[in-house]
C-alpha cells in the first residue's frame, strides 16, 4: 500500500473451510482434490467476483477473502451455500463448507492481511453448522435488514487466543427466511461488473515544482471526464492522488482499488506548449490497452482532455450515451488562463489541511478566475464550497453569512452550466445546511445523474438521508462512496458510524468512530460520538477516558455547538446522541 493511512483498514473477511475434508482425502485423496478444484473454479471464485471480494490465500482446504462491505461478505457466504446445495449430487454434497465471517480491523502486508478481524473469522468458522454461516455480532448487527435471511442467535463462546467471549449468530438452510426486504427508495445501484479504472496522478515532467498543480488539475479533469460515463465505475481522485510521488506495482494498486485497468501517464509544460504521455494498462496481464503522445499548443490542452477520455472509453469498450458525450466536450472555459486560476484554486480547497490563509488564497483566485471568464460555472461552485469551510471552521467575523453566500455561488453555477455536478453538489450541501432537504436532494439526484461516480455527492446523500431521519437508507450511499474512493474512507467512516448508532447498532458504530480516529488521530467529533456509543453500551469509564483524550485534542471543542449546526430533523436523534453523553456522566 502506498502510505502509513492505508496499511490498514476495515474490512469484513471471510473464512471458509471445508468438512470432513481429511476423512474425504483419506476416502479418496484424487477425487477430492478434483472436486475441491472444481468448486473453487465454478462455485466459490464466481461467488467472490460478483460481490467484490477479494481472495487473500488459501489454506490447505480452506480460504480467506476480504471484503470492503460487510453485506457483500454475508450474501457472498449464502450464496455460496446455495450454489453448493444446488450443485450436490442426489447422494449428498461431494464438498460441503462450513463459513465464518466477522468485521474488523485489518493491517495489510503485501498480499496478505493480519489482525483481529482476520483471527476472529477463523474461530467463527468452525463454530459454522456444515452448509451453513455463523457470524460475530457485529455483523449481525451491520448487515440488520438489508439480507433476505435471518441469523439465529447463538449465544457467547470463548475461542482460542481472543481474550474476551464473542457473541455469535448462526444460519443454516434450514432455518426459515425472514420476509424479503423492498429495495430502499432510490437506493444506489452497484456498478462493479462494468469495466473499472484508476487513474494515477500525472507525473509532473516540467523541472518546476511549481507546475505541479497543473498536472495534478489536467488528471482530476480526466478523472471528473471519465466519472460522468456511466458504464464505467472510476476510483475517485482522493484514492487515486494517494499513490502520488510513490513507486508502484499496477498490479497492487489495481487489487487495492478493486479495478482492472490503470491510466498513468506525465505531462511536460514549457512556456505555450504541452507534451502528454498516456497509457493505459490492463491490471490483470500488464499489457497495454491504448498508449498516446500528444505535443500541443496549451490552448489545445482542453481538446487533449476530450481526445484522451475518448480514446480510454473506447479502448474499454464502453459505448457512449449521446448526453454523455455531449457533457464530456461541453462546458468549462476557453481561457487557458481562468482554468489555471481555478485549478490552484481547486488545489487549495481540497487539501485535508485547509486553514484561513489557504481559504483566503483559494477565494482570491477563485473570484479571479471569474473575472478572466465570467461565464465559467466551476469557479463559482469552488468558491460556494470554500465558504462552506468557513461555515465549518468558523474563520471570519461572520460564518453564518458565508452559508448564504455560499447557497447564492452555487445558484450562479448552477444556472451558468446545467450540466456541472460540481455545482449541483455545491448546491445540495449549501441547501443541506440551510436545512431545505427537499432542494437538497433534488440537487444531489442531479449531480448523481450527471455523473454516477461521484463519491463525494453519494456520500453527500448518505449524509443528508441520515439528517432527514433515514440512517437506514442512508448506508448504501455511504458504503458506495467508500467502493469508489476507499483512500479517502476516513471521511465515510464518521458518517456510517452516525447512521449506525441511530440505528441502535452501538457494536456498530464504535467500531466505525474508533476506526476513524486511528486514521484521523486528531478528530474530534469522532471522538465525541465514540463517548456517546460508549455511554449507551455502558463502558462509562472508556467513554470518559475518550472525552478527556477529545479535550486534549481540541480544548474548545463545544458539542452543544457542533450539534447545532447539524441539521437533524428527527428531534429524537440529537436527544440519543446527548442522551449516551449523559449515561456517561459527559457535558453534552
Known sequence: MPDERTTRRLAAILAADVVGYSRLMAADEAGTLSALKGHREKLFDPAVAAHNGRIVKLIGDGTLVEFASVVDAVKCALAIQGAVRAAAPSGGPAIMLRIGINLGDIIIDGDDIYGDGVNVAARLEPLAEPGGVCVSAIVNESVGTRIDVSFKDGGEVSVKNIDRPIRIWKWHPGSAPAPQRAPLRSEPEAADANPSIAVLPFDNMSGDPEQEYFSDGITEDIITDLSKVGGLLVIARNSSFAYKGKSVDIRNVARDLGVRSVLEGSIRRAGNRVRITAQLIDAGTGGHLWAERYDRDLTDIFAVQDEVTKHIVQALKVTLTPSERARIAEGGTASVEAHDCFLRARRLVQSPNINRQAFEQAIELFNRAIELDPGYAEPYAGLALAYMFDFHNRWTTDPDASLTRADQLAAKAMALDPN?????????????????????????????????????????????????????????????????????????????????????????????????????????????????TLGHLGEVEEARRVWAELKQVQPRYSFTEHLGRSPFRNPADPKRIVGGLAKAGLPD
Open 420 to 532: 456541472e455536478p460540481l455545482a449541483y453538489f455545491a448546491a445540495s450541501i449549501t441547501a443541506g445546511f440551510l436545512k431545505d432537504q427537499a432542494r437538497s436532494e433534488a440537487a444531489i439526484d442531479s449531480a448523481l445523474a450527471l455523473n454516477p461516480n461521484y463519491a463525494l455527492a453519494l456520500n453527500a446523500r448518505g449524509v443528508f438521508t441520515i439528517y432527514a431521519g433515514q440512517p437506514e437508507a442512508a448506508i448504501p450511499y455511504i458504503e458506495r462512496a467508500m467502493r469508489l474512493d476507499p483512500g479517502f474512507s476516513q471521511q465515510y467512516l464518521q458518517f456510517l458510524g452516525l447512521a449506525h448508532f441511530l440505528l441502535g447498532n452501538f457494536e456498530t458504530a464504535a467500531t466505525m468512530f474508533r476506526e476513524r480516529i486511528v486514521l484521523m488521530p486528531e478528530t474530534d467529533v469522532s471522538r465525541s460520538m465514540l463517548a456517546a
